[in-house]
Each structure stands twice: as structure tokens, then as C-alpha cells.
């Protein structure tokens, strides 16, 4: 079975960067595509971007400016950074099996805060 | 943009009632779409991928129909579990975008 985990801070200060860490357990990353989304607090669902294992990537337009998406294949991890944050990114930051299919399996989302 | 409109937007239902869910996607994204079930503080769940087809381990009174603009979720004999908010999901074109969503209440 296929797990995910998101790893990183609750809390960033505005203008820093943000870096989560997504796990993947009891599965290879390899020949898969993994998603990042977000989920502001009472709203709906924001995809963020998604990359293949060999590091070819897909951005929102809306944040492409400011994300960052990279892969471990060695430690079965891929990575989220976004820079610049404020107030209006704090949400639940969600990986996830998938990428121009749908998402499969999701990790259990990460709070990130962005106060100071 | 491809937008994503859901309606209702929320609904009652009673246990053994037959709910409907429906998707309009602002241009075609032929059968690149998605259904999701999220309840409150879970991350959401596969239910119906590539609008038609039943994600394994996903009950069979959940299915899914529609290509082009319009889809529909229909959840048959609706069970206690089945509240929440579900959620559609194009994938046909960047960005991927999901419908604002619609909140189901098991009355």
C-alpha cells in the first residue's frame, strides 16, 4: 500500500520560503507523477504542480513564478518550495500519486501558517 | 483556465436516498475527470477516475458518468459514511483545476 507523508514547518514568516518534504513508503517514485495541492482553511482545492520522477515538471501559472518542485528517486522523496510567502498561502499542503491522471493516493496534509 | 462548476453547491440527504452531483467544465476536457471525497480534517479520496471508471476498494453505489462539459456523480442507496464534500477534478489541461465543491449532509 501506497503511503504518503508531508514533512516540513507549521509556521513560516511572511516573505520566507517554504520547503516540504513529501515521503513516499511502500511504493517506488520511479515512473510515477506527484502532485503537490493546497487547501486554504474553509476552501476548496488549489493544485499547485506536479512532476514525473525523472524531474520534468508542471507549474500552476498562477504560482509558477514562485514554486519549486524537485525529486529524490534515492530517497523516494520529492520536494515543494515556495518562496515569498504571505497570509493568503497559509493552508493544508497535500502530495499526492499523479499528475495528468487522477490522484490516487494523497498524504495526510501539512499545516503550513504564514504569520510572523 | 478551465473552470469547473459544481452544483449544488450542499444538499441533505436521507440514508437510502439516490444523490446526483453534477460537473460542467468551461470547455471540453473529455474524459479527463475526476471525482473526490474529502471529509473534514481527512485529505481527499479517489472515488471515480476518468469520469466513468471505479477506483478499486471504492463501494459500487458510487459511479460516475458524462464526457466532454457535463459529468455526473450518482451515489446510489446513500450510506451514513457518505457525507462530506466531494470534489471534481479536470486533468485535461494546465492548470488542473477542481470545482468549488459540494457539501452532502446525511440527514
Known amino acids: 500500500q501506497v503511503q504518503l507523508q508531508e514533512s516540513g514547518p507549521g509556521l513560516v514568516k511572511p516573505s520566507e520560503t517554504l520547503s516540504l518534504t513529501c515521503t513516499v513508503s511502500g511504493g517506488s517514485i520511479n515512473s510515477q507523477y506527484w502532485s503537490w495541492m493546497r487547501q486554504a482553511p474553509g476552501k476548496g482545492l488549489e493544485w499547485i504542480g506536479y512532476?514525473?520522477?525523472?524531474?520534468?515538471?508542471n507549474y500552476n501559472p498562477s504560482l509558477k513564478s514562485r514554486v519549486t518542485l524537485s525529486v529524490d528517486t534515492a530517497k523516494n522523496q520529492f520536494f515543494l518550495k515556495m518562496n515569498a510567502m504571505t497570509a493568503a498561502d497559509t493552508a493544508v499542503y497535500f502530495c499526492?500519486?499523479?499528475?495528468?491522471?487522477?490522484?490516487?493516493?494523497w498524504g495526510q496534509g501539512a499545516l503550513v501558517t504564514v504569520a510572523s | 483556465d478551465i473552470q469547473m462548476t459544481q452544483s449544488p453547491s450542499s444538499l441533505s440527504a436521507s440514508v437510502g436516498d439516490r444523490v446526483t452531483i453534477t460537473c460542467r467544465a468551461s470547455?471540453?476536457?473529455?474524459?479527463?475527470l475526476h471525482w473526490y471525497q474529502q471529509t473534514p480534517g481527512k485529505a481527499p479520496k479517489l472515488l471515480i477516475f476518468?469520469?466513468?471508471s471505479l477506483q478499486g476498494g471504492v463501494p459500487p453505489r458510487f459511479s460516475g458518468s458524462g464526457s466532454g462539459t457535463d459529468f455526473t456523480l450518482t451515489i446510489n442507496s446513500l450510506q451514513p459514511e457518505d457525507f462530506g464534500t466531494y470534489y471534481c477534478?479536470?486533468?485535461?489541461?494546465?492548470?488542473?483545476?477542481f470545482g468549488q465543491g459540494t457539501r452532502l449532509e446525511i440527514q
Open positions: 470547455q471540453s476536457v473529455i474524459d479527463y
Open positions: 477534478q479536470q486533468t485535461h489541461s494546465i492548470p488542473l483545476t
Open positions: 512532476i514525473y520522477y525523472s524531474g520534468s515538471t
Open positions: 499526492a500519486r499523479g499528475g495528468y491522471s487522477a490522484s490516487d493516493y
Open positions: 476518468a469520469a466513468s
